[in-house]
């Protein structure tokens, strides 16, 4: 990839974050994808000149659990809207005591403990192996930090977030087992997210966004969905706010990412162009045409 393709911004809107406000021209448009529907139809809209692609991650209203979630289709149907950037906001627990409810953690790795889901793009007759030693686009975090600076959040630039399965909520032993790894955050729907991002060669970014302390603290009841509810109403006109700030620094990218993130497919494919299942190929080619031809 010698040019950069013009942005694109796809957000993914984590819980209690199911639609975006300011966009004009918005329209609500259903993309089908080999693997199933998305979540939802996607928002797409213009926010101040700039086309961004909103996507509720657990459907309008929440209808769908971070297991049954159908995260390829959800990453190929952005990628087939011609997003280049994504932001992920995810409500998280937090295990720190100097990131209380309302913060808001701009994540730099993840540690995956999902068991349940499909975790990539490719498989037997088409096998790649993506780099996630850096698992999200510094570029993006880096806008993402000025853009909180901007508007006065509170925030933490670099965590580590923890993916569990759920939909349960933490025991207290894997709490404190999660805290002595040096996780900052605990959630359930970053990952395979950012897997797939990165095999789609998408930018990817996600902004944590602290409900609770999970149930370590001791000062703190377990967590409930009430307590959740409740921060995440106001996390949620806060995202909202982050994303009217970050939207028109993300547009003035006139580069490929020097991170890599658009070009993570060059090393990766390791099947023999020769023997590469033909299905495979025609179902991946329609998001992945700048590595498979």
Same mark, same amino acid.
């Given at each position: 990839m010698s040019e950069a393709a013009s942005p694109v911004i796809g957000i993914i809107g984590g819980s209690? !974050?199911?639609? !975006?406000e300011g966009l004009s021209q918005a329209q609500w448009i259903a993309i089908d994808t080999p693997y199933g529907a998305p979540s939802d139809e996607l928002l797409i809209g213009d926010l101040d000149g700039q086309?961004?692609?909103f996507l509720p991650r657990h459907g309008r209203g929440h209808k769908y659990s971070p297991s049954s979630l159908n995260y390829r289709a959800n990453i190929y149907a952005l990628k087939l809207a011609g997003v280049t950037d994504i932001i992920s906001l995810s409500a998280c627990g937090s295990f720190r005591e100097n990131l209380p409810p309302g913060t808001f953690v !701009?994540?730099?790795?993840?540690?995956d403990r999902t068991h349940k889901r499909t975790s990539s793009f490719f498989g037997d007759g088409l096998v790649a192996h993506v780099s996630l030693a850096k698992p999200v686009c510094m570029r993006? /975090?880096?806008?993402?930090? +000025? +853009? +909180?600076?901007?508007? /006065? @959040?509170k925030h933490q630039r670099r965590g580590t977030y923890v993916a569990i399965e759920g939909p349960q909520f933490s025991t207290l032993a894997e709490s404190h087992l999660f805290r002595s790894w040096g996780a900052d955050v605990i959630g359930m729907t970053n990952m395979p997210e950012a897997k797939l991002a990165r095999e789609a060669e998408m930018c990817y970014a996600t902004v944590a966004m602290v409900t609770d302390f999970d149930c370590w603290h001791p000062e703190h009841d377990a967590v409930t969905v009430s307590q959740v509810v409740k921060t995440l109403i106001a996390n949620a006109a806060n995202a909202k706010t982050l994303v009217k700030a970050l939207v028109p620094r @993300?547009?003035?990218r006139a580069h490929v990412c020097t991170q890599g993130c658009h070009t993570a497919l060059d090393h990766a494919i390791i099947t023999a162009p020769d023997i590469r299942d033909k299905a495979m190929m025609a179902k991946l080619r329609p998001i992945m045409k700048r590595a498979l031809g």
């Amino acid at each position: 990839m010698s040019e950069a393709a013009s942005p694109v911004i796809g957000i993914i809107g984590g819980s209690g !974050i199911y639609d !975006i406000e300011g966009l004009s021209q918005a329209q609500w448009i259903a993309i089908d994808t080999p693997y199933g529907a998305p979540s939802d139809e996607l928002l797409i809209g213009d926010l101040d000149g700039q086309k961004v692609v909103f996507l509720p991650r657990h459907g309008r209203g929440h209808k769908y659990s971070p297991s049954s979630l159908n995260y390829r289709a959800n990453i190929y149907a952005l990628k087939l809207a011609g997003v280049t950037d994504i932001i992920s906001l995810s409500a998280c627990g937090s295990f720190r005591e100097n990131l209380p409810p309302g913060t808001f953690v !701009i994540i730099d790795q993840f540690i995956d403990r999902t068991h349940k889901r499909t975790s990539s793009f490719f498989g037997d007759g088409l096998v790649a192996h993506v780099s996630l030693a850096k698992p999200v686009c510094m570029r993006v /975090g880096d806008h993402v930090e +000025a +853009a +909180a600076k901007d508007v /006065g @959040l509170k925030h933490q630039r670099r965590g580590t977030y923890v993916a569990i399965e759920g939909p349960q909520f933490s025991t207290l032993a894997e709490s404190h087992l999660f805290r002595s790894w040096g996780a900052d955050v605990i959630g359930m729907t970053n990952m395979p997210e950012a897997k797939l991002a990165r095999e789609a060669e998408m930018c990817y970014a996600t902004v944590a966004m602290v409900t609770d302390f999970d149930c370590w603290h001791p000062e703190h009841d377990a967590v409930t969905v009430s307590q959740v509810v409740k921060t995440l109403i106001a996390n949620a006109a806060n995202a909202k706010t982050l994303v009217k700030a970050l939207v028109p620094r @993300l547009s003035r990218r006139a580069h490929v990412c020097t991170q890599g993130c658009h070009t993570a497919l060059d090393h990766a494919i390791i099947t023999a162009p020769d023997i590469r299942d033909k299905a495979m190929m025609a179902k991946l080619r329609p998001i992945m045409k700048r590595a498979l031809g």
